[in-house]
């Protein structure tokens, strides 16, 4: 079951919030002792967090079908940890062996889709929440029943209070409806600020044709330029323009290019660059045509986690009137930082 965003968390009866958590989605199927897990695409996850198995076995009823996220907290207890938590999705199972003993996941289930012999997809959520209540076991400290609440002010202090832990905002459903696969019937409710950032290239979209994303970058005290996203979501007209706006910026954009080392491995460390490989589809084309580093876009982005915007980073306009020098990041706030055990110790309201 999908969301749609909304700018405001609704307040009418009959609504249940719940801390829209940044993880991978992911759905549990078990079957006696078979667990198998599954991403919200149906992409395999067992192979990648072993460490989940044995507490999912020991938490969940034995014959079942759970939704829920898959969750890194912070090595420092500082909230979750979702750059580490893309580190998991590693095609060697020596570094993953490595990985589940040194940055273990955890598990927050949300929701109930079959116990025992029954499907649950057509009965309302308070009853499937109960349901999942009543069977989940979350002693082992691994698992844990996602809190809830059915009161829009508690929504909206956790909405403020926990992005520090980095979680994406808060999600409303309703008490009465059924699970709907595929369908956005819930309501999610993301931070949104701008920021200004230097724009040092982009990628050709995926037909071929115009822009399909800029790439951003925000410079750190040392005067370093860090690559912090992508602006995307463009239609096919303005891909073209885009194009034509960037194509006087491309003489000369590799003179002093701050990325120009960025296939370097030194340079990946130091410094966040373009052009890693992507974990989930190695074959895509992560190439990128440099541009001089001398315009700025205001863009809107929901959360920044690991010194990167998460989600919805959109293209705003020009900024003619600013350097790219400006472009720092001490100009967006940072949330004070929550541990993830303040998250899921939260009881229900």
């Given at each position: 079951?999908?969301?749609?965003?909304?700018?405001?968390?609704?307040?009418?009866?009959?609504?249940?919030?719940?801390?829209?958590?940044?993880?991978?989605?992911?759905i549990?199927?078990?079957?006696?002792?078979?667990?198998?897990?599954?991403?919200?695409?149906?992409?395999?996850f067992?192979?990648?967090?072993?460490?989940?198995?044995?507490?999912?076995?020991?938490?969940?009823?034995?014959?079942?079908?759970?939704?829920?996220?898959?969750?890194?907290?912070?090595a420092?207890?500082?909230?979750?940890?979702?750059?580490?938590?893309?580190?998991?999705?590693?095609?060697?199972?020596?570094?993953?062996?490595?990985?589940?003993?040194?940055?273990?996941?955890?598990?927050?289930?949300?929701?109930m889709?079959a116990?025992?012999?029954?499907?649950?997809?057509?009965?309302?959520?308070?009853?499937?929440?109960?349901?999942?209540?009543?069977?989940?076991?979350?002693?082992?400290?691994?698992?844990?029943?996602?809190?809830?609440?059915?009161?829009?002010?508690?929504?909206?202090?956790?909405?403020?209070?926990?992005?520090?832990?980095?979680?994406?905002?808060?999600?409303?459903?309703?008490?009465?409806?059924?699970?709907?696969?595929?369908k956005?019937?819930?309501i999610?409710?993301?931070?949104?600020?701008?920021?200004?950032c230097?724009?040092a290239?982009?990628?050709?979209?995926?037909?071929?044709?115009?822009?399909?994303?800029?790439?951003?970058?925000?410079?750190?005290?040392?005067?370093?330029?860090?690559?912090?996203?992508?602006?995307?979501?463009f239609t096919?007209?303005?891909?073209?323009?885009?194009?034509?706006e960037?194509?006087?910026?491309?003489?000369?954009?590799?003179?002093?290019?701050?990325?120009?080392?960025?296939?370097?491995?030194?340079?990946?460390?130091?410094?966040?660059?373009?052009?890693?490989?992507?974990?989930?589809?190695?074959?895509?084309?992560?190439?990128?045509?440099?541009?001089?580093?001398?315009?700025?876009?205001?863009?809107?982005?929901?959360?920044?986690?690991?010194?990167?915007?998460?989600?919805?980073v959109?293209?705003?306009?020009?900024?003619?009137?600013?350097?790219?020098a400006?472009?720092?990041?001490?100009?967006?706030?940072?949330?004070?930082?929550?541990?993830f055990?303040?998250?899921?110790?939260?009881?229900?309201?």
């Amino acid at each position: 079951m999908l969301a749609k965003l909304s700018d405001v968390v609704p307040e009418a009866a009959g609504w249940l919030y719940e801390p829209k958590w940044d993880g991978f989605r992911c759905i549990v199927f078990r079957d006696g002792d078979e667990i198998v897990l599954t991403s919200r695409n149906e992409r395999p996850f067992n192979r990648y967090f072993p460490e989940l198995i044995n507490p999912l076995l020991a938490a969940l009823p034995s014959r079942c079908v759970v939704d829920g996220e898959i969750v890194l907290p912070a090595a420092d207890d500082r909230g979750l940890d979702f750059d580490a938590l893309l580190q998991r999705i590693h095609p060697a199972a020596s570094r993953v062996k490595r990985l589940a003993e040194e940055t273990p996941a955890s598990f927050v289930a949300f929701d109930m889709l079959a116990l025992d012999d029954r499907s649950l997809l057509d009965v309302p959520l308070r009853e499937r929440r109960s349901l999942l209540a009543a069977s989940l076991d979350p002693s082992g400290g691994v698992v844990y029943l996602c809190p809830s609440t059915t009161d829009p002010v508690v929504a909206q202090r956790w909405f403020v209070e926990f992005e520090g832990a980095g979680l994406d905002g808060v999600v409303a459903k309703r008490l009465d409806d059924p699970y709907t696969p595929d369908k956005r019937i819930m309501i999610k409710v993301k931070h949104q600020r701008t920021a200004d950032c230097v724009v040092a290239g982009y990628r050709i979209h995926k037909d071929g044709r115009g822009v399909g994303s800029l790439l951003l970058g925000l410079f750190d005290d040392a005067g370093r330029l860090h690559h912090v996203g992508v602006a995307a979501g463009f239609t096919a007209v303005r891909r073209t323009e885009l194009l034509v706006e960037l194509a006087p910026m491309l003489d000369g954009a590799l003179i002093d290019h701050p990325w120009q080392e960025w296939a370097e491995a030194q340079a990946h460390a130091e410094t966040r660059m373009p052009g890693a490989q992507s974990r989930w589809n190695v074959g895509k084309d992560l190439s990128f045509v440099p541009v001089r580093a001398e315009r700025v876009a205001e863009v809107t982005f929901g959360q920044l986690q690991g010194g990167r915007f998460r989600h919805g980073v959109r293209l705003l306009r020009w900024r003619t009137d600013r350097q790219p020098a400006s472009c720092r990041y001490d100009q967006l706030d940072v949330a004070a930082s929550v541990p993830f055990r303040n998250l899921v110790g939260q009881a229900p309201s």
